[in-house]
DNA sequence: GTAACATATAGACGAGCATCTATGAATAAG
DNA sequence: CTTATTCATAGATGCTCGTCTATATGTTAC
């Protein structure tokens, strides 16, 4: 049973600039919580803070690995929420031919 | 001249429940302040806060009028900041056909 | 088992935010 | 001009959040 994609907390998951940068990171590739901490100017648990909220919100693929963690983004996630902020926010824009 | 989008101001605008309130109900008419203000439960002085927030992010349009200042949601900005999340965060999502 | 490594959790702290009351500014009505 | 109405602004307050340090948990290597 999949979670509902609650608009609001999709919304203050992308209120950070460190959510996104860490979004985009693992966008279309599996990283692990090191290699993201490496490349943001946070600290390691920081970075597992924000997974952590990207997980509740189901906007991440959790992908243990030994004594490593694998996250990747969940593209269907945002894409659903984002049609969900287009019917429900822009209703009368419709798609460029 | 016309103010980029910040995705992370869009998504701080749409991350508190009364200010997608305030969004739902200027999505596609023109209403004045205190229309908002009492429909919602919470005062005018924090309606008013909220129209200026979605104002700097240019996510309403207004229109004064005598004492009265209506507002209407800006529709492009909306469709134009979730087109940029949908290429940033779900690009490998195709439409459905 | 012990040591080293990778991640998660707990607790603390400071900044930001949503809300309120009180008041200012602008406009309409009399 | 005075009063009433509508909205915006200022200031205060309590709560949330992003970040840190410290520590716990789990895993691999020896």
């Not at 979670?3 to 693992?26: G, W």
């Not at 100017?41 to 959790?62: C, D, G, I, K, M």
């Not at 593209?75 to 031919?97: F, K």
């Given at each position: 049973?999949?979670?509902?994609?609650?608009?609001?907390?999709?919304?203050?998951?992308?209120?950070?600039?460190?959510?996104?940068?860490?979004?985009?990171?693992?966008?279309?590739e599996?990283?692990?919580?090191?290699?993201?901490?490496?490349?943001?100017?946070?600290?390691?648990?920081?970075?597992?803070?924000?997974?952590?909220?990207?997980?509740?919100?189901?906007?991440?693929?959790?992908?243990?690995?030994?004594?490593?963690?694998?996250?990747?983004?969940?593209?269907?996630?945002?894409?659903s929420?984002?049609?969900?902020l287009?019917?429900?926010?822009?209703?009368?824009?419709?798609?460029?031919?």
């Amino acid at each position: 049973m999949n979670k509902i994609a609650d608009p609001i907390e999709f919304a203050r998951a992308l209120a950070d600039h460190t959510r996104q940068e860490i979004m985009k990171m693992c966008c279309c590739e599996w990283r692990s919580v090191g290699e993201l901490a490496g490349e943001l100017e946070v600290t390691q648990p920081t970075v597992s803070h924000h997974l952590a909220f990207l997980r509740e919100a189901n906007l991440v693929h959790v992908r243990p690995e030994g004594r490593q963690t694998f996250y990747m983004l969940n593209q269907d996630t945002v894409a659903s929420c984002c049609g969900d902020l287009m019917l429900n926010y822009a209703p009368d824009i419709r798609e460029p031919a």
